[in-house]
Structures are given as C-alpha cells and as structure tokens.
C-alpha cells in the first residue's frame, strides 16, 4: 500500500477555507484516495474519495493533480466543530474490502 | 438506520483477565473489520471478517487475540490474559457486500484500560 505522508498539525480560524494536503509519491494505477475525519472518542468518518481531477461533496472538495502524487483536501468556510484529525488514505478498491492504512493524520484545531 | 454499534464503550480490566469486546455492524453490511488505535496514533488494521469466515488476520497479534463473526449476533473481538500494553481504544467498521463507493462506516469504539 501507498505510504503517505500529511502535515502533523494546522491551526486556521473560523470562516476559513483550510487545505491539507497529502504526499502518496508511489500511489498505484488501481489506487484510491480517501479522507477520513476523527473527533476525539469517536471512531473516523468518511469525508471523501476521489480517483483524478476534482470531487466536490456537501462537505468538502478533493483536488488531485495529473500525476496523482498528490491531493489537497479542501474544507470551506470552517467552522469550530471541524477541530478534528484528518486522515488521508490511499488503497486499492477492490469489491467488497478495502484495508484501510491510518497514518498519524493531520490535527486540524480551528479558533475563534 | 442505527450506525455500527459497540459495546461497552469503556471496559476496564485487570491483569490476566479478560476481555470481551462487541460490534454490531448497520443493518445490511456483512463485512466487519476491527482497529486498534493507540494515543497520538492513527488506527492500525487488525482483522477483517465476513460471516462466519475470517478472510485477513494480519494485524492481529499471535498470542491472546482472537476475533469472529458468527452467523447471528455481534462480531466479538476476544483479549485473552490480557497486559498494560492491550490499553488502547478498538474500533470496529463494517461496510455493505456491494456499493460505489466500498465505505467503512466506524463505530463510536471501546476503550480498553489494564490495570
């Protein structure tokens, strides 16, 4: 699996538009990008995935250039609730399993 | 629809006990997975089931641990004897037999303390 590699903490204010991005130099053609979110004592949240270019949903965005080394998960206009640890995962999707590899994420804190 | 359950949510035991950690996957998803996570850390995989089969054991532990998924009732993670290094926080996820996406939805955890 993909090693990937995220920045351990961001600090950003409420209203903000926050952009973590993660590393996956050795991602593989069949691989996926996915984003998870984790607020403390409870279990991670699904936020978003995305295989090229761009994926919008009602939370967030997911950019991911060509070469696919990269993606940038994007958080609109965040507000305190979105304090959160974010995990970027990368794997293949095969039916029915998916092994999910949790780096150490990135700790998002969002101030007044 | 209620999520994945688990329970209890915290279970503090002794040295040598053991320990008995229960998932209920939401209604419909017959893939149960189970994750360990440390403080400061980010989940580790331990094991993935389905029904009555254990399909990938490769994070589990040699010794003391154990996991199933029997045809009716909760997937049950087992601790054996258990030491001050089991303390962490075990997630369980299932996640549907088909779908778009393949998502695992977590539950709220359990809270291991050894004393």
């Known amino acids: 699996l993909a090693k990937t590699t995220q920045p351990i903490s961001m600090d950003s204010y409420e209203g903000q538009e926050v952009n973590i991005t993660c590393s996956h130099n050795n991602i593989a053609t069949n691989d996926y990008i996915t984003w998870y979110q984790q607020f403390p004592s409870q279990g991670p949240r699904f936020i978003i995935q995305?295989?090229?270019t761009k994926v919008t949903n009602e939370v967030a965005s997911l950019f991911i250039p060509a070469d696919r080394k990269s993606s940038t998960l994007s958080l609109p206009r965040v507000s305190l609730s979105d304090t959160a640890v974010y995990y970027c995962l990368v794997g293949e999707r095969n039916t029915g399993f998916q092994k999910l590899v949790f780096g150490t994420g990135t700790r998002l804190l969002v101030s007044p | 629809n209620a999520g994945v359950m688990q329970n209890p949510r915290h279970l503090v035991r002794r040295r040598g006990q053991e320990a008995r950690l229960r998932c209920s996957p939401m209604k419909g998803h017959s893939h149960v997975y189970w994750y360990r996570q440390l403080p400061e850390e980010g989940l580790k995989f331990m094991v993935y089931l389905q029904k009555e089969n254990i399909i990938d054991e490769s994070g589990m532990p040699k010794e003391r641990f154990s996991a199933e998924f029997p045809k009716e009732g909760p997937s049950i993670l087992r601790i054996q004897q258990v030491v001050r290094g089991d303390s962490a926080a075990y997630f369980c996820?299932?996640?549907?037999?088909?779908?778009?996406?393949?998502?695992?939805?977590f539950g709220p955890g359990t809270r291991l303390t050894v004393l």
């Open positions: 996820a299932s996640s549907a037999t088909s779908g778009r996406r393949h998502e695992q939805f």
């Open positions: 995305g295989y090229k």
